[in-house]
């Protein structure tokens, strides 16, 4: 069972430090961001972009949404720009620190794309973006792994990587997993995978790997979208 994990935290574009006690303000700073200073809660307003710094392109026709869990209906806030949690590589300084979140299709489908809000922290700008088999409740055998590199510095909205697998099919009812990890050569990498701002209440059941694979709790879970055909 994995007990606490790191998570990483900015305000007003300065990493590691929370909103102070006050009133509604922005939008401030690079990624235009609006803070609600009592609650705590932080919406981007900056427009939506992929990992390149381009508008994120149109999907292709017919694809469905799978699963998910991206802000649709606020594109200049898709997920929460300035919370997340740490994703490191064993030599980041901080030790090893890999995520993945679960998500079982309705029926079956083939996947066209997965989209994961990843930003940089330090190290190597490097990370994986896999899809895996459920395996007892965590993340099993690798269906299929895609290496990302330059991804955004955090806090960032709303940058997303996305990854296309080529013909890796689903089977409606069976649980499969989207991690995101360190690569072999970029163990030095920490960054953060941005945490979900459609459920702020109920806690998200994922998994986290220092070493092996175990579960977690988080409150607002991970942020995150699968789609197909």
């Known amino acids: 069972m994995i007990r606490?994990?790191?998570?990483?935290?900015?305000?007003?574009?300065?990493?590691?430090?929370?909103?102070?006690?006050?009133?509604?303000?922005?939008?401030?700073?690079?990624?235009?961001?609006?803070?609600?200073?009592?609650?705590?809660?932080?919406?981007?307003?900056?427009?939506?972009?992929?990992?390149?710094?381009?508008?994120?392109?149109t999907l292709p026709p017919r694809v469905t949404t799978i699963?998910?869990?991206?802000?649709?209906?606020?594109?200049?806030?898709?997920?929460?720009?300035?919370?997340?949690?740490?994703?490191?590589?064993?030599?980041?300084?901080?030790?090893?620190?890999?995520?993945?979140?679960?998500?079982?299709?309705?029926?079956n489908f083939t996947i066209t794309a997965i989209e994961v809000p990843i930003s940089y922290e330090t190290g190597t700008n490097k990370f994986v973006i896999t899809l895996n088999h459920d395996s007892g409740g965590v993340p099993g055998t690798q269906m299929a792994a895609f290496t990302v590199t330059n991804v955004p510095a955090f806090p960032t909205c709303c940058a997303l990587a996305t990854v296309s697998p080529n013909s890796v099919s689903v089977t409606g009812g069976q649980h499969y997993w989207i991690t995101v990890q360190t690569s072999s050569t970029?163990?030095?990498?920490?960054?953060?995978?941005?945490?979900?701002?459609?459920?702020?209440?109920?806690?998200?059941?994922v998994a986290a790997n220092s070493g092996t694979w175990g579960t977690a709790s988080l409150t607002p879970g991970l942020a995150f979208a699968v789609f197909g055909n």
């Open 4 to 57: 606490q994990l790191s998570i990483a935290l900015a305000a007003i574009g300065l990493a590691g430090t929370a909103a102070q006690a006050g009133p509604l303000s922005g939008p401030q700073g690079p990624s235009g961001v609006v803070v609600n200073k009592e609650s705590g809660v932080v919406v981007a307003t900056s427009p939506r972009m992929d990992g390149a710094g381009q508008i994120a392109p």
């Open 67 to 107: 699963a998910g869990n991206l802000a649709k209906k606020y594109k200049k806030g898709s997920y929460i720009c300035c919370y997340g949690y740490d994703v490191r590589g064993p030599t980041s300084g901080f030790g090893q620190q890999w995520l993945g979140v679960p998500f079982t299709p309705a029926a």
């Open 186 to 205: 970029g163990q030095s990498a920490r960054g953060a995978w941005n945490a979900n701002d459609t459920d702020q209440t109920d806690a998200q059941s």
